[in-house]
C-alpha cells in the first residue's frame, strides 16, 4: 500500500479511508484494551495518532513499539474522539522496520541543547530540531524565489581561492603538501610551487570580491554557499563553517542598498509567517513566547538608518546616563555585540542599519567618503542577534582604491583580475552579506547558532 505522508493524513477528512504511514514514534501510551501511538515522519511538527486495540496484536510486537522505533501502519483513517487532532489511524496491521533499543538518547523530554549537540545525528528527531530544519528549508527556497523574481542571477563563487587578502577573517589552508615534509626555503617560508594549485590556497571567506565580477558583468548577482573562517570565537553567533548569502548590484548605491536589505529581509520574514506556521507557533511555546510578535514587529516597522557617528553618540550619551557597557564607547572603536544590542533593543526598539563607519574598521574596497575619514559601509542590526548584514558601497574609483590597498598594506599580487573591473568600465556598485545562520537564529528565536545548522563547526568540533 502506497504511503502517505502525515502532514496530509492531518489535513484530509477522507474518512473511513484505508491508508498506510510510515514515521518513528514519538510515545506510546495506554491502558489493557487500547494503545495510543503517536508517530511522526518530519513532513510537520505534528503527530499522527495511532489507535492499536490491543487484541487486534500480537503482545510481542506491540512491546517492540517503543520510542523511537521505526512503523509502517495501515489502517482507516478515522475523526479523532480527543481534543487538539483532527484525524487519527485505527490500525488494522503494524509492522516494526526498526526496534529501537533502550539507550536511545532522544526518548526523554526537555534534554539540554548542550546534551542534544552531543547527539546531533539524532536530534534531527525532536520537535524543535525538526522545526528549526523545516524553516531553514524554507529560508533557502524564500530567498532564491526572492533573488529570481528580482532578476538576480544566482553566481557561484569559487569555495577554494588564492587570495588572502579579504581581510573578513583567518582563512583555513587548503593543501595536498605532506605536512610531515614541509619544503621550506632559506628564509623558513615554506615553498607552495609544487602544492596543488602551485601556490597558496584557502577555503573562501567571502564570495564578495568574484561576487563583483559578476556584478559588473550581469548586472545584478547573488551567492549563496557555504563560507569558512577559522576565527577562534567561541560565541553563540560565530561557525567556522557557515552559509553566506551575498547579492552585489551593479549601479546601486549605499540608499539602494539599504533598501534592498530591508526588502530582501522583510520578504524572508513575511515566507516564514506564511508558511512554517505550525513550527513557529510550536517554537513560540517551546522556546521564545515573543517570537512570532517579534517577526511581525520586524515585517511591520522601517528599520532606523543612522550614521555611525550619531549611533556613537547615543552610546555616550547612554554612559554619561549611568548605562555600564563591559567595553568604553568612543569614536573609531568597532562596536561590540552589548553597543549594537544596546542601539537596537533599549534605544530604538527597532532593526538599525547603521552606516559611515571609521574608515580604520572597515575593509579596503569601501566607498571613501568625502569627509577622508568614513566610508560608505552598512550594518543590519537586529534584536537578538547583532549584525545580521554586513555590506557596503564599493570603491570604483582605481586610484582611490589602489591607494586604499598600499595603506593597508595589502598583498594583491594574486588581485590583479580584482583591479581590472576598475580599469574597464568601471561602475559604481554594492552588495551585502547576510549570515545565513544568523537569519534563522532570528526566526527561529534559537539562542545558540549551533543548533541551527545540521552539523555545526566549531573550534575543537567537527563530529559527524
Ligand atoms: P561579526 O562582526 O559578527 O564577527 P563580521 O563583521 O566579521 O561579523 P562580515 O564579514 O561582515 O562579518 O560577514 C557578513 C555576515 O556574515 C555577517 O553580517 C554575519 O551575518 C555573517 N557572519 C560573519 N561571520 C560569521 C560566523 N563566523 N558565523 C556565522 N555567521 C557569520
Ligand atoms: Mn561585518
Same mark, same amino acid.
Given at each position: ?117 552531543? @547527539? ?10 525538526? !522545526?528549526?530544519?523545516? /524553516?531553514?528549508? +524554507? #529560508?533557502?527556497? *524564500? ?94 553567533? @560565530? ?10 548590484? !551593479?549601479?546601486?548605491? /549605499?540608499?539602494? +542598498? #539599504?533598501?534592498? *536589505? ?203
Amino acid at each position: 500500500m502506497k504511503r502517505t505522508k502525515i502532514i496530509d493524513i492531518l489535513r484530509s477528512q477522507d474518512y473511513g479511508q484505508s491508508v498506510c504511514v510510515k514515521g518513528w514514534v514519538r510515545t506510546r501510551r495506554g491502558s489493557k484494551a487500547v494503545n495510543f501511538i503517536a508517530l511522526n515522519d518530519g513532513s510537520t511538527i505534528k503527530n499522527v495518532q495511532i489507535v492499536a486495540d490491543v487484541e487486534k496484536f500480537d503482545a510481542d510486537l506491540l512491546r517492540l513499539v517503543t520510542t523511537g522505533a521505526c512503523l509502517s501502519v495501515e489502517g482507516t483513517l478515522v475523526q479523532s474522539q480527543g481534543v487538539g487532532q483532527s484525524s487519527e489511524i485505527q490500525a488494522t496491521k503494524i509492522e516494526v522496520l526498526g526496534t529501537c533499543d533502550a539507550e536511545y538518547p532522544m526518548q526523554k523530554k526537555g534534554q539540554t541543547f548542550e546534551f542534544m549537540r552531543q @547527539h546531533a545525528h539524532l536530534r534531527l528527531r525532536t520537535n524543535t530540531f525538526g !522545526a528549526v530544519m523545516r /524553516i531553514r528549508h +524554507n #529560508m533557502a527556497i *524564500a530567498i532564491h524565489q526572492y533573488f529570481h523574481e528580482h532578476g538576480f542571477v544566482y553566481f557561484h563563487t569559487p569555495i577554494i581561492t588564492a587570495s588572502d587578502c579579504e581581510g573578513a577573517g583567518e582563512m583555513f589552508q587548503v593543501t595536498t603538501k605532506n605536512l610531515y615534509d614541509l619544503k621550506k626555503d632559506e628564509e623558513g617560508h615554506i615553498d607552495y610551487s609544487d602544492d596543488f594549485f602551485g601556490k597558496m590556497t584557502s577555503l573562501t571567506v567571502s564570495g564578495q570580491l568574484e561576487g563583483e565580477l559578476g556584478a559588473t558583468a550581469l548586472g545584478a548577482i547573488y551567492t549563496f554557499g557555504p563560507t569558512f573562517r577559522a576565527e577562534n570565537s567561541n560565541t553563540p553567533r @560565530h561557525l567556522a563553517e557557515f552559509w553566506m548569502i551575498e547579492p552585489e548590484v !551593479a549601479f546601486n548605491d /549605499i540608499n539602494d +542598498n #539599504m533598501d534592498l *536589505a530591508e526588502d530582501f529581509i522583510k520578504h524572508c520574514v513575511r515566507w516564514a509567517l506564511d508558511n512554517c506556521q505550525d513550527d513557529l507557533e510550536f517554537l513560540n511555546k517551546m522556546i521564545d513566547p515573543t517570537l512570532i510578535e517579534r517577526l511581525n514587529f520586524v515585517l511591520e516597522n522601517d528599520f532606523v538608518r543612522l550614521k555611525y557617528t550619531d549611533g556613537i553618540k547615543i552610546l555616550e550619551e547612554a554612559v554619561k546616563g549611568g548605562h555600564k557597557f563591559e567595553f568604553p564607547v568612543s569614536w573609531g572603536m568597532d562596536l561590540a555585540s552589548e553597543h549594537e544590542r544596546f542601539l537596537v533593543e533599549q534605544h530604538f526598539k527597532c532593526p538599525v542599519i547603521l552606516t559611515d563607519y571609521p574608515k580604520e574598521i572597515k575593509a579596503f574596497y569601501m566607498k571613501q567618503n568625502d569627509d577622508g575619514k568614513t566610508v560608505r559601509a552598512m550594518d543590519v542590526l537586529f534584536p537578538q542577534i547583532g549584525e545580521i548584514i554586513g555590506g557596503s558601497e564599493r570603491e570604483e574609483n582605481y586610484d582611490k582604491l589602489l591607494q586604499r590597498i598600499k595603506e593597508m598594506d595589502i598583498p594583491m599580487k594574486d588581485m590583479w583580475w580584482y583591479l581590472d573591473t576598475r580599469r574597464f568600465g568601471t561602475c559604481p556598485h554594492s552588495g551585502f552579506g547576510l549570515g545565513f545562520e544568523r537569519l534563522i537564529l532570528f526566526v527561529t528565536g534559537m539562542q545558540n547558532i549551533r543548533d541551527v545548522i545540521p552539523f555545526p563547526r566549531t573550534p575543537k568540533t567537527a563530529e559527524f
